[in-house]
Structure formats: C-alpha cells, structure tokens
Nanobody
Framework: QVQLVESGGGLVQAGGSLRLSCAPS????????MDWYRQAPGKERELVAR???????DYADSVRGRFTISRDNPKNTMFLQMNSLKPEDTAVYYC?????????WGQGTQVTVSS
C-alpha cells in the first residue's frame, strides 16, 4: 500500500518559518496531484495547497503569498515552505494524494504557532 510520510512540524513563534516534507513510498513522478491539508482543533480539514506533476500550484486564500508548495522529483519529496506564520496556522498538517479512487493520507505533523 502506498504511504506518505510527513516531517518538519514543530513549535514556532508568530512571524517565523517552517518547512514541511512529504515523502511517498512510490516514485513521486508517477503521482499526478499532491496536496497539503490542515485541521485545527474543532474545525474541519481544509485544503491548504495543491501541486500537479507539471508544478502548477494553487493555494487557499488564507495562505497565498506566505506558503509555497513544491515537489522535488530527484529527492522524491514534496515540500510546503511556510513563512510569516500566524497563530491561526496552528493545526495538524496532512499530506494527501489520490490514486485511482483511493485517497491516501499521511499520518499528520503538528504545527504550533505561538503569539
């Protein structure tokens, strides 16, 4: 079964930066679309950023201009660079893709932004 392994979460002060990584257990070059979602306590999971195999990107309005999604085929890894972090960015961040009709989620990584 395909797995997605996230890393890079942690605690940071407001205005700081973090970079999340997501490594799939298969070649990233065969994955068409990959996403980052997040879920804050008491809230629904929401799409943060999306990237296609052709490196087309899209962002939630709340993070556009602060976050950058990218994928590095030689490193077989997808990244989410998060700058100018705000307390409202605090959430568990999940890597996601869909292969056929199957949604595949990573285990999640906690990001906490202190004010």
């Amino acid at each position: 079964q395909v797995q997605l392994v996230e890393s890079g979460g942690g605690l940071v002060q407001a205005g700081g930066s973090l970079r999340l990584s997501c490594a799939p257990s298969i070649m990233i070059s065969v994955i068409s679309v990959m996403d980052w979602y997040r879920q804050a306590p008491g809230k629904e999971r929401e799409l943060v950023a999306r990237i296609t195999s052709g490196s087309l990107t899209d962002y939630a309005d709340s993070v556009r201009g602060r976050f950058t999604i990218s994928r590095d085929n030689p490193k077989n890894t997808m990244f989410l660079q998060m700058n100018s972090l705000k307390p409202e960015d605090t959430a568990v961040y999940y890597c996601h893709t869909k292969l056929g009709s199957t949604n595949i989620w990573g285990q999640g990584t906690q990001v906490t932004v202190s004010s």
